[in-house]
């Protein structure tokens, strides 16, 4: 357990300098950052001076490693449009997202924990079908359009619910139902089919022979085992769930990290970009590592995969 | 996801096309997703009125079947808060969404596939790069990366295209990599490598051709992905941009009149959730005429 957990940490050391080098170069890459910062019709002279006053000229692999040596230590840099630091702003927004994200997480376990489970007991019969056939639709709707029909129903028609903004409880709703729904299909899924697997075992059987109720059969010796996989999922989904709030929280207002990375990307305030692509990205290597740990302390067949 | 990379035993013909008859859903999918491919490619033909034509008289007029009083006997899905024939848009606009869906998989497909059998068959150092690889890429929040990139490159359509191509190629990559594991362990590889077949030919000639089931599948996957994606980018203004009838673009200009005219935002939505639909429901049939035990 000790050697795998090492090894599983080297590698997500590795992958957490290789994704700070990608957040960091991937807006250099892409265009050139003074001209964008100094607008299309922007005199040479002017450029030139944005390049010396945020070190633009200077080799890049030397800002980046000045840009990294000072993240390590909480740095991120100045807003090029909040008079503020990235590191301040981002901690203020970050609140609102981890909330989204653990609602949305709660939501999406709300709706696929029961259809899977239920899906699983009635096999090949039209509930299994049914339940299917939701996620593969639910699936296929774009999440930012599924966010503006419930804005118009809840919000706009029926004036149950605000529409924009992060004040209360209730502006979450809407957001973290349209988060959940989307990631409810492949936990969905992945509850199905360990609770078939589960269920068809021995074990099972023998829990039934002896004469359990089949409630107790179901809920304390099947879903146990059949849950693991699921509990591991969920930390990569709320990962997901940080980096898909870009969108969500762009339809809906919420001022988290990703209504803030959409804001900084339209005005090119690319410090702000890069420390937010930083800490997501950070995030998501944290909790697959945190999952990957989880699965073989929980299951040790995986320790010597 | 072991169901998809499993190597489906050579089966009869004959009982192949029972399959694929009696699977009602394939049929269905296939013959939607061939509408609007014919639609898109026949877009000149079909579309009643020019996408980009502004009757500024004729601004946001509803279909018949939202409000019949209102509506226009020219205009048969109504029109945009241009005064653009909504259904002429909406046709043209699948050109987009499958222009850069065929694209990008094929980008994301080549990328993934070569990784992917790389890693599979040579294993050892390969294999670890590959998967370092995967790993970072998964790492990064596709959405904000493609953002990025698209606001300092330019919103054109082969910055999106590009971009995408470069970003889903995780699970090519990944399925990719264990099919061809399963294979280079089975007697006819090791027979190949016996009679000194070279490396390249085994890889095109033994294990490439027993790839294609599982790589249709993550393609057509990979397809609806990358037009899901698209029209959230080019919502948030990001993507591809005006005037091109993007369904995604279609959305974000119908969601400034959404509270009095909603079934403007009603039908682009539609169309990509159909398009979409349509690409999975293909990939999950494919996937279950090829798989000899079907769904478990």
């Not at chain 1, 696929?112 to 699936?139: C, E, F, H, M, Y």
């Amino acid at each position: 357990m000790l050697r795998f957990t090492l090894r599983r940490l080297l590698l997500a050391l590795v992958v957490g300098v290789a994704v700070s080098a990608i957040a960091f170069m991937l807006l250099r890459i892409s265009g050139d950052l003074a001209i964008s910062l100094a607008g299309e019709d922007a005199s040479p002279a002017d450029v030139e001076r944005i390049r010396e006053q945020y070190g633009l000229n200077r080799p890049i692999i030397v800002q980046y490693a000045e840009w990294l040596w000072r993240a390590v230590r909480g740095d991120l840099g100045r807003s090029l449009f909040y008079p503020e630091s990235v590191a301040n702003l981002i901690m203020s927004r970050l609140p609102v997202t981890l909330s989204l994200a653990g609602a949305g997480l709660v939501i999406a376990l709300l709706i696929s924990l029961p259809l899977g489970i239920i899906a699983a007991l009635k096999r090949n019969t039209w509930v299994d079908r049914g339940a299917l056939g939701v996620a593969v639709i639910g699936q296929a709707m774009p999440n930012f359009w599924f966010g503006l029909l419930m804005i118009f129903f809840f919000g706009l028609t029926l004036g149950w619910l605000p529409i924009s903004g992060s004040d209360t409880w209730l502006h979450f709703v809407m957001p973290a139902i349209t988060l959940g729904w989307f990631s409810a299909p492949v936990l969905m899924r992945l509850t199905r089919g360990g609770m078939v697997e589960v269920m068809t075992s021995d074990y099972i059987r023998t829990a039934r022979a002896k004469g359990l109720p089949a409630r107790v059969v179901v809920l304390k010796h099947a879903l146990r085992n059949a849950i693991i996989p699921v509990v591991a999922l969920c930390s990569v989904q709320f990962g997901n769930m940080l980096s898909g709030s870009v969108i969500i929280e762009t339809v809906f207002a919420l001022q988290g990290i990703g209504y803030l990375a959409w804001e900084a990307i339209s005005r090119r305030d690319f410090p702000v970009v890069q420390g937010i692509l930083l800490l997501v990205a950070l995030f998501y290597v944290a909790l697959t590592l945190l999952a990957d740990i989880l699965n073989a302390w929980l299951d040790p067949r995986i320790r010597r995969g | 996801m072991s169901d998809i990379t499993a190597t489906p035993p050579p089966m009869k013909l004959r009982k192949k096309r029972g399959r694929i008859l009696g699977n009602s859903g394939l049929i269905l999918a296939g013959t939607v997703l061939g509408l609007i491919t014919l639609m898109a490619i026949f877009a000149p033909f079909i579309a009643p009125y020019d996408p980009y034509l502004q009757t500024l008289d004729d601004r946001l007029i509803p279909p018949a079947f939202i409000d019949a009083e209102m509506a226009d006997p020219r205009y048969l899905l109504g029109t945009d808060n241009l005064g653009r024939d909504y259904l002429s848009r909406l046709i043209y606009g699948a050109r987009i969404s499958l222009l850069i869906g065929l694209l990008t998989m094929l980008v994301s497909g080549v990328i993934g596939t070569v990784l992917g059998v790389a890693a599979g068959y040579f294993g050892g150092r390969v294999d670890t790069v590959v998967s370092f690889l995967i790993t970072t890429r998964l790492s990064l929040p596709v959405v904000m990366v493609a953002l990025a990139v698209v606001a300092v490159a330019g919103g054109s359509l082969q910055v999106v295209v590009l971009v995408l191509g470069l970003l889903l190629w995780d699970r090519f990559a990944v399925v990719m990599r264990s099919a061809t594991m399963q294979l280079r362990n089975l007697e006819y590889v090791a027979a190949a490598q016996a009679v000194g077949c070279s490396t390249p030919r085994i890889l095109v000639g033994e294990i490439l051709p027993n790839l294609i089931p599982a790589l249709v599948v993550v393609a057509s996957y990979e397809m609806a992905q990358a037009i899901l994606l698209e029209a959230a980018l080019s919502f948030l203004g990001l993507g591809v941009q005006p005037p091109l009838p993007s369904w995604g673009l279609m959305v974000a200009e119908a969601k400034e009149v959404m509270l009095f005219d909603p079934w403007v935002i009603l039908l682009p939505g539609l169309a990509i959730c159909v398009l979409v639909l349509a690409i999975n429901m293909l990939g999950d049939g494919i996937r279950d005429v090829t798989a000899p035990e079907g769904r478990s």
